[in-house]
């Protein structure tokens, strides 16, 4: 279980990267549908399914919200490496170089 808690986080990561929070309703579709797919495949109990599906689904959230976090600081590093652009003085004058 391990394994596809790590890349469900990781891809929770990815996804942020590029789409907004609405893509977290298929996704998490798609893996209670892999969820079950697995279970009549492998024959697995029901519970054990469930609650990988559950781990797996609660990962790629937080996942999603560290992705987030993450585009947010890299947007704020970027921009504080910006040049500043001059301000005009109080009389509406361009202040001089």
Do not use: C
């Not at 907004?20 to 309703?25: E, T």
């Not at 009549?40 to 996942?63: E, F, K, N, P, Y």
């Not at 970027?78 to 500043?84: I, M």
Request: positive net charge.
């Amino acid at each position: 279980m391990l394994i596809p808690a790590a890349v469900s986080l990781i891809g929770g990561m990815a996804l942020a990267q590029r789409f907004k929070v609405l893509i977290l309703a298929p996704t998490i579709l798609l893996t209670l549908l892999m969820a079950i797919g697995v279970w009549a495949g492998r024959g697995d109990a029901a519970s054990a399914v469930g609650l990988t599906a559950i781990v797996i689904i609660a990962d790629l959230q937080i996942g999603y919200v560290l992705g987030i976090i993450l585009r947010h600081l890299a947007l704020v590093a970027r921009a504080g490496r910006l040049r500043p652009m001059p301000v005009a003085n109080s009389r509406g004058e361009h202040s001089a170089h």
